[in-house]
């Protein structure tokens, strides 16, 4: 379920080339075999073993939101359970309330009842999500998982405290689900439906993945600054990432009040909610298939430890927690990413790598017409910064022209990087203002720089270690393109992803990294790392382009090749503002150059002119007298 791999010109990269891997069967087809032998194997299984599937794919589907929460989007959560028991308590609800069966039965008649108890429970668990999630996915740190604590506690004891769910006791007398006149009552029936249910579940999850909506989750894992500066709105994401898994977790719910027939507390309590994360976390936080191996090796573990326990110590208890525990414990200490990846890597030699789907027809991508040269598109006016008394820019003047190389630098702790984080957007300035493409952005965050035109790269490089060159590049483009969670989860946005997938090889190519485009970005040096950001601020089309130390990590050639493409960039018309401690890589590429110290503007002007300067000697060779230095 992987997006086309295209060349800048939109063709098809050969995968295999790419990998070097061969083998005789795709993960694609492999899963395809596997679904058709459950299928084909499901009306032969003992009972018990149907049973047994069963609560492994409802488990499988929270663990899945999980995966999704978690291990991609970098959010904990342990209170999953308590949404599983909206669900379930929702459907229970309406299924045997005498208020809701008289108010409904006329409606939809009694084998309708469950599905409305569907809607209601998505609906609650929407609401509910949404309430929680705004108040919770703005945490960091411990503080978001020990929140997610609170609230499934709560949920916990209002299921138990609340008579008309029956309160502890519980809601029993809940009907089999009936789809298209057929009743799902046995469990080998009902055992199809749930695993439809996570089949289709994973391939919608996957397709969402795999596209501009997947790449902007993924980044969230990252933080926030460079998220941010792709122009994604981190807590919006945040907060659908955290409703997308309530709504799984509902859904599993729905279907397991109809295979129990009842319902009480004790299945949503907090100890469930942290198996559901021991089973994401053990089959492989990051992978959606490690969700269904985790579901399933904790599922069994469980099942047998119970069985052989009791014989082996002659006494019944709660034996089978502890040594379920120290297991855990082994399973990730010996294999820290979960079981899945490492499985992934045993299996690897035996797969061939996927063939690219065709992509048909490319969309067309938002541009932007550069300003004319000359033209000012970032100015900073008297900007002050202070970190309590602790002032790091003093009233700072600046501007950046469209079609120049404007260059900043001075000695360490001078206050560039500050300076550099306020005219982006990371911070805001305590006195003065920014202004970017004519427009006051003072008080914006970052991705509002980013819709404007700005791009950027960082002094301490942040990409997705793990995903592709051509993925990191492609998430530049974020802002020009439109595809939602639907379309995306849908696989309506192929066009449009076919597009930026070919945007970004272009760039890559355009920075001398083709070669590189389909390995990890973590496996390249440091130098072509930082190359790699600035093929991603291209992919975004940016009118400014803002360089952290773009020259720090590389050799003299590829520093030779890095000034070519900025000395292009600026013949097309971009004005780049740089960061740089190379006095010899500045000196040669810039067209003005503003010197920092101690916070202040100690001079601005050519290369020439700033190499002449006193002032500027003084700050980089020392020698000033005190109060020359105070004056400053």
């Keep these: 379920m992987s997006a086309p791999r295209t060349s800048s010109s939109g063709a098809a990269v050969p995968v295999a080339a790419a990998t070097g891997r061969t083998g005789f069967i795709t993960r694609r ?47 904990t959560s342990f209170g999953q359970a308590a949404f599983v028991g909206l669900g379930a308590y929702a459907t229970a609800w309406v299924c045997t309330s005498p208020v809701a069966a008289e108010a409904l039965t006329g409606l939809v008649g009694a084998a309708g009842l469950p599905w409305v108890g569907l809607l209601l429970g998505l609906v609650v668990t929407f609401s509910v999500a949404w309430a929680l999630g705004a108040m919770t996915v703005k945490l960091s740190g411990h503080y978001l998982p020990l929140c997610t604590i609170a609230w499934g506690l709560s949920l916990y004891f209002l299921f138990g405290n609340m008579q008309f769910l029956g309160g502890q006791t519980g809601i029993s007398g809940i009907p089999a689900l009936v789809v298209f006149g057929y009743s799902l009552a046995s469990p080998r029936d009902l055992g ?6 996570l089949l289709v579940a994973l391939w919608l999850l996957h397709n969402l993945l795999d596209s501009r909506e997947g790449r902007a989750i993924r980044s969230l894992k990252g933080g926030r600054v460079m998220a941010e500066s792709m122009g994604i709105n981190t807590a919006q994401y945040r907060l659908k990432l955290f409703v997308l898994g309530a709504l799984m977790a509902a859904m599993s719910g729905w279907l397991y009040a109809h295979m129990q027939r009842f319902v009480n507390p004790t299945p949503f309590n907090l100890n469930i909610g942290i198996e559901y994360l021991f089973m994401a976390v053990v089959g492989g936080s990051g992978h959606l298939w490690g969700a269904v191996l985790g579901a399933a090796v904790i599922t069994l573990l469980k099942e047998k430890l119970q069985d052989i326990l009791p014989s082996l110590l002659g006494t019944t208890g709660n034996f089978e927690v502890i040594v379920f525990g120290l297991l855990m ?97 990371v911070d805001d300035p305590t006195e003065g203002a920014v202004q970017f493409m004519g427009r006051t952005v003072t008080g914006q965050p970052s991705r509002g720089f980013a819709a404007l035109g700005l791009g950027r790269t960082f002094q301490h490089v942040r990409l997705l270690g793990q995903r592709s060159v051509v993925e990191n590049v492609a998430l530049g483009a974020h802002r020009r393109a439109h595809s939602g969670w639907v379309a995306s989860m849908l696989g309506l946005d192929r066009a449009e992803e076919a597009a930026l997938l070919a945007e970004a090889r272009k760039q890559i190519e355009r920075c001398g990294l083709g070669a590189y485009a389909d390995l990890p970005a973590g496996s390249l040096a440091l130098g072509q790392q930082r190359v790699v950001e600035i093929a991603r601020a291209l992919a975004g089309q940016p009118a400014a382009l ?35 401690h190379d006095m010899e890589f500045v000196m040669n590429l810039a067209d003005r150059i503003t010197v920092f110290e101690f916070g202040s503007v100690i001079a601005e002007g050519s290369p020439a002119e700033v190499q002449a300067n006193p002032r500027v000697l003084d700050a980089y060779l020392g020698g000033a007298d005190d109060t020359e230095t105070s004056t400053s």
Excluded at 360 to 372: E, F, S
Excluded at 405 to 424: C, D, E, R, W, Y
Excluded at 551 to 578: F, W
């Design 329 to 425: 414990l082994v399973v990730l200490q010996h294999f820290a990413g979960g079981l899945w990846p490492a499985l992934a890597k045993l299996s690897a030699r035996f797969l061939r790598p996927q063939a690219p789907r065709a992509s048909g027809k490319t969309a067309n991508l938002a541009t932007r017409a550069l300003p004319a040269r000359g033209e000012v598109l970032l100015q900073a006016n008297a900007v002050t910064k202070r970190f309590g008394g602790l002032v790091a820019n003093n009233a700072v003047s600046m501007n950046l022209k469209a079609g120049e190389v404007h260059a900043l630098i001075g000695p360490n702790g001078a206050g560039k990087s500050t300076f550099f984080n306020m005219v982006s957007g």
């Design 192 to 197: 199809v439906l749930i695993w439809a249910v």
């Design 29 to 75: 087809q492999l899963t395809i075999v596997a679904v058709l032998l459950l299928a084909f194997a499901w009306p032969f299984l003992p009972e018990f073993t149907v049973v047994v599937m069963s609560y492994i794919g409802l488990y499988a589907l929270v663990a899945a939101g999980l995966v999704m929460l978690t291990g991609v989007g970098g959010m």
């Design 546 to 580: 803002l360089l952290d130390e773009p020259a720090a990590g590389l050799r003299h050639l590829e520093k030779r090749a890095l000034a070519a493409l900025l000395s292009q960039l600026r013949a097309e018309g971009l004005g780049i503002l740089v960061v740089e």
